[in-house]
C-alpha cells in the first residue's frame, strides 16, 4: 500500500484552550489524503458504478432526435400526381427534401392552385407516409409544412443551446450548494421535460422541452463527471476520467437498442423517460456530497467527515491529527484577467484551443447526425457508429502518452479529414466504413481536448479557459444537424467543407506548445516556459 508522508513544516502543535501544547496536528491537501489511502477503492468503484448510470442518461437524450425524428415511408398521392409539376419521389429523401413537393406546397399557400385550401399543408394532401409506421416519428404525426420542416433540425440544436446555459448555471449552482443537490435539481429538470413530450403532439412544446432536456444535461452529466474525478487518488485520476468517456460511447451505442424495441416514438420518449426518473431517488438515497465543496465552504469538519467515509468503505485510516486545507488562488479581476489576455501567446494558443474544441464538435456531431444518410437499416448504423467511438478513446489513451497530446490531436484530425474526403464518393460501403472511422478517430479528439485545455492554461484562468472552447463546441453541435440535412440536398460540399478545415485545424496545431509530462502552468510565466522547452529542445537535438 502507497501511503504519503507529510514534510516536518507541515506539523503543526495544537495548543489547548489552557495554553498547553496538544498532539500534533498535521495539514494534509484532501488529494494527499486520497493519496494516503492508496490505489482506488471500494468506495470509489461504488461511486464509479453510480456516475456511470448517472452519465449513461446523458447520451440517450442527446440522440434522442435520431429515433423519434427519424425518416419513414411515404409515396405520392394520387392527387399530388396529378397536378402539374406536382408531387415526387425521391429515394432516401423525405418529402420536403424534395425540391419540387417544395415548390408545389408553396405554389398551394400562394394560390396559384385553385380549388384548394391556401392554408392546407403537403402531407396528407399531396403526400402520405405510410399508415403502418406513421406513427414511428415526430415528423409523420405533427405534419408539419415544408416552411416548417427545419424546426425539426433544429430540435437538436436547441438541445445544444439548453446545454451552453446548462452548463454555466448549474456550474454556478454546484459551487452554491453542492454537487449532490444541484444532480438531483438537474435530474428533476430533464425528468419534468422527458415526460411532457410524448403527450403533447405539438412542436413548440417539444422543441421548448428540448431545451431544458439540454440545460439539464449540462447539470447532471458534467457533475458525475466531475464528482467520481474528485474522489480518485491523483495518480487514477486520468483512468477514471477516461472510464467516464467510454461509458459515453457505450450509451452511444445502446440508445439504438431503444429504438429498436419501442418503434413508435411516443412509447420511445416514455422508455427513455423512465432511467432519469429511477435515477432521481437513486441519488437522494446513494450519492454522497464532495468534500471539495465542504472544504471551499470552509466547513472542514464536514469535509474530514466524507474522506472518513471513504477511508470506512475502503478499510484504510485517516491520518493521525489530519487537519484538511486547501490553497485557494487569489480572485481574478478583470484588470488580472485583461493583463493575461494581452499576451500574444497565449492570444494565439486560445484561438487555435477553440478552434480545436469547434472541429472536435462539428466532426462528431455531424457524423452523428448524418447518419441518417447511410444505406442499410438505421438502427445497426447508430449502434456500429457507437461501437466504433470505443477504439477510438482506447488508442488515444495510450498514444497521448506516447507521441504526447499535440500530435495525437492533429494526427486524428487529419484522419478525419481524410474520412471526409474518400465519403464523398457515393459509395455506400466505403461511406460507412469512412463514417466509423470518423467516428473512432472523433471520439479520440474528445478525449486529447479535455485532457490538452485543462493542461495548456495558467492556474487563474483554466476554468476560463476551458469553458471559451466549451463554448465553441457548442457552437459546431448547434450547426452540425443543418449539415446533416445539407448532405441530403448536396451530398459532396459538406464533406468538401469540413475535410478543408480539418486540414487547417491539423496545420495551426503545430503553433502550440506540448504538455504531456510537463507540470501544471501555474502563471503565465510558467505557460510561456511551455514554449521555451519546446526551443531548448530543439537546440539539445541540433547540439
Known sequence: MSTYTPLETDNLVKPTENGEKDQDVVRYKIDEVLEHFGSIGKFQIYLILLCTCIGLVAPWRILFDIFAAKPVPWKCTTLGKSISDGCKFEEGKMPCAVEANADLESRLRSGEIEGMDKNAVGAGLFWEFDKETADHSIRSTMMLSCSDDWKFS?????????????????????????RRITCMISLGMCIGQAWIIPFFNNITVYLACRFFDGAAFGGFFLIAFVLEVEYAPPKYRNRVGSAFHFITSVGMATVAIWGVIFKPWKAYAIALAIPPTIMLPVCYFLLPESARYYLGKGDDQSALTMLQKVADVNGKTIPAGCQLYEEVDEKTGVRDLLKRLSNGLLIRCALINMFGWFMTSLVYYMLWFSAKSLAGDIYVNAAILGIAEIPGRAVAFVL???????????????????????????????????????????????????????????????????????????????????????????????????????????????????????????????????????????EDEQL
Request: proline share 4%.
Open 154 to 178: 433544429f430540435a437538436s440544436s436547441i438541445y445544444f443551446i439548453g446545454a451552453f446555459f446548462g452548463v454555466w448555471m448549474f456550474g454556478s449552482l454546484s459551487d452554491m450548494l453542492g
Open 400 to 538: 497521448m502518452d506516447k507521441i504526447g497530446r499535440k500530435f495525437t490531436f492533429m494526427g486524428s484530425i487529419g484522419v478525419g479529414c481524410v474520412c471526409m474526403f474518400v465519403s464523398i464518393h457515393d459509395n455506400p460501403v466505403s461511406r460507412k466504413v469512412m463514417y466509423c472511422i470518423g467516428k473512432a478517430v472523433s471520439a479520440a479528439l474528445w478525449a486529447v481536448i479535455y485532457l490538452y485545455s485543462s493542461e495548456m492554461y495558467p492556474t487563474k484562468i483554466r476554468n476560463l479557459g476551458s469553458g471559451i472552447g466549451s463554448a465553441a463546441a457548442r457552437v459546431a453541435a448547434l450547426i452540425a444537424p443543418f449539415i446533416g440535412d445539407w448532405l441530403e440536398v448536396s451530398p459532396i460540399v459538406p464533406y468538401i467543407l469540413v475535410g478543408v478545415l480539418a486540414i487547417v485545424c491539423s496545420g495551426i496545431f503545430m503553433f502550440v506548445p506540448e504538455t504531456s509530462g510537463k507540470d501544471l502552468p501555474q502563471t503565465l510565466e510558467d505557460f510561456e516556459l511551455l514554449f521555451e522547452d519546446k526551443k531548448d529542445k530543439g
